[in-house]
């Protein structure tokens, strides 16, 4: 069929020449048809579906903070309309998937290991995939991984006890990507940018603990810290605990006090070893800053037959999955790690379907568990 109709315009040369022209006419209708719907703005979109901008946004990132009803009739609009997003948008519908950052410096550890999992559950349905980077608390390997995340143009980046410096972050700021700050409050400097912070308050924490111990009759309390250039889970709890130790009028021992550079059980056995060594008493009960580090001082009593919660009261903070396996089990801090992941995504999620969210600093609940590990002492134990 196609060939007649080639040999036929061949020998009306007429009709060749009307041919051309209806079809150089249809390209042109068409063409003007495209550059109108690139021309609709989704300031008419929301006009005609009578929402806001910002809800317009909303449904175009499947946000969940959208009803279904006021989803259907925006996309209702959307295609009667013709929208078409800018051109960073289309560059953004044209990935083949929409990508979340997530820094964490062990994902072996339990916490972040629940947090991930809380994280996964809310972007998931959503079509997001993440790009896990763990960093073991080293700010080389932060620095290189928020590299790796910007090559990869993630929609957005939720970390845990970072330590990356401003000008590191530049990127972030001048494209304004969202931030979630975990287990960690926000920066100062990153203010400027869309970011919030999902922690719990790790100073009135510490400072229960040592009203609970407080309360089961210990006087001689130490403490083992992890490194003080951690903000969070470093110098606010210390600042917990000094605060609990002045409002309950105990005296300070600063030979039992210590601090490491990292959070492991290691540094727990090395904290707890540091001081019985340069204590000239023995603490009645021993705070560590993590679960890990409790555990760690746990192991040097044992290897010194020194009896826990016998002779030592030991306590922790996360309630891992240590905690409650070893024994004696451990006396912790719980906090709803999933929580903090479900939340921390609703959070990520919400400043990427809407600019103007302002975000802020979110606090979850906690909860002292009392296990083995922590004895109540009789009125002449607690001189």
């Known amino acids: 069929m196609i060939v007649q ?76 309309l013709g929208y078409l997003p800018n ?43 993440i790009i896990i980077c763990e960093t073991n608390g080293e700010m080389e390997k932060e620095i290189h991984f928020l590299n790796v995340l910007k090559d990869k143009q993630v929609d957005g980046v939720i970390m845990a006890n970072v330590h990356i410096p401003e000008e590191q972050l530049m990127w972030i700021h001048k494209n304004q990507k969202p931030v979630i700050y975990v287990c960690q409050d926000i920066p100062d400097f990153t203010l400027r940018t869309p970011s919030s912070s999902v922690n719990i308050d790790n100073k009135q924490a510490m400072c229960d603990m040592v009203h609970f111990l407080y309360e089961m009759g210990h006087r001689r309390i130490a403490f083992i810290g992890g490194p003080l250039h ?14 609990g130790m002045r409002d309950c009028n105990l005296s300070i021992h600063q030979d039992m006090i210590c601090f490491q550079e990292d959070f492991s059980i290691r540094s727990g056995y090395r904290g707890m070893h540091q001081i019985y060594e340069q204590s000239a008493l023995i603490p009645s009960a021993v705070i560590s800053a993590c679960d890990n580090m409790a555990i760690g001082a ?9 009896s826990v919660p016998g002779q030592v009261s030991v306590t922790g903070v996360d309630d891992t999955n240590l905690a409650s396996a070893i024994r004696p089990s451990l006396s912790t801090i719980r906090h709803a790690d999933s929580d903090t992941g479900v939340k921390a995504a609703r959070l990520l999620l919400e400043h990427i379907a809407n600019p103007d969210f302002k975000g802020g600093a979110f606090q979850l609940p906690y909860q002292i568990l009392r296990r083995q590990s922590v004895r109540q002492l009789l009125h002449q134990d607690t001189a």
Do not use: W
Not at 26 to 54: G, P, Y
Not at 101 to 107: R, S
């Open 5 to 80: 109709v080639i040999v036929f315009l061949h020998f009306h040369r007429k009709y060749l020449i009307i041919f051309i022209v209806i079809l150089f006419l249809s390209v042109c209708f068409h063409n003007q048809k495209s550059e109108r719907k690139a021309m609709i703005t989704i300031h008419e979109v929301a006009k005609a579906a009578n929402v806001s901008i910002s809800t317009v946004s909303r449904v175009m990132n499947q946000s969940d903070s959208v009803s279904e009803e006021t989803r259907k009739k925006v996309l209702k609009e959307i295609r009667e």
């Open 87 to 129: 051109a960073s948008a289309k560059k953004a519908a044209r990935k083949s998937v929409k990508l979340i950052g997530a820094l964490f410096p062990d994902i072996s550890n339990n916490v972040f290991g629940r947090i991930l999992q809380g994280i996964n559950s809310i972007v998931s349905p959503l079509g997001y995939n």
């Open 230 to 243: 951690d903000l969070s889970a470093g110098k606010k709890r210390y600042d917990g605990f000094m605060k």
């Open 298 to 306: 746990i192991g040097f009593l044992y290897d010194n037959d020194i």
